[in-house]
């Protein structure tokens, strides 16, 4: 059984068929930096994610997801363990909460 990267939650395989909805539990493969954003097609950047994480991840790095996940679980008065396990692996991180804050306001588009 492969858990997503993300929330964790088991995913499964999905044959993808035309004009047939995904399921949110798809099992995809995720690059944590996108290519589009210059991240590579190595093993090293590649997780097994959700479809629903993978598509609402769309184009941000692992990081910024991670924000994104952070703050609607502030928001909505989660566990606070589940919060220091996405935060987990947060160190390479070099913004400051200032900028993180704003990334959130702003609203981050998924593509
Ligand atoms: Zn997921």
New binding site residues.
């Given amino acids: 059984m492969s858990l ?1 990267y ?2 964790k ?1 088991p995913t499964a395989l999905h044959k993808m068929k035309n004009g047939v909805r995904v399921p949110n539990n798809a099992r995809t493969v995720d690059h944590k930096v996108p290519l589009s954003r210059g991240g590579r097609n190595v093993a090293e950047n590649k997780v097994v ?2 479809y ?2 993978n598509t609402e991840k769309g184009k941000l790095t692992e990081a910024e997801y991670r924000t994104v996940l952070y703050y609607r679980h502030t928001e909505t008065q989660r566990e606070s363990d589940q919060a220091k396990q996405l935060l987990g692996s947060y160190d390479t991180i070099d913004w400051t909460l200032h900028d993180l804050k704003l990334l959130y306001e702003a609203g981050v588009s998924c593509e």
């Fill in positions: 997503c993300y929330c939650k994610a959700c629903g994480c």
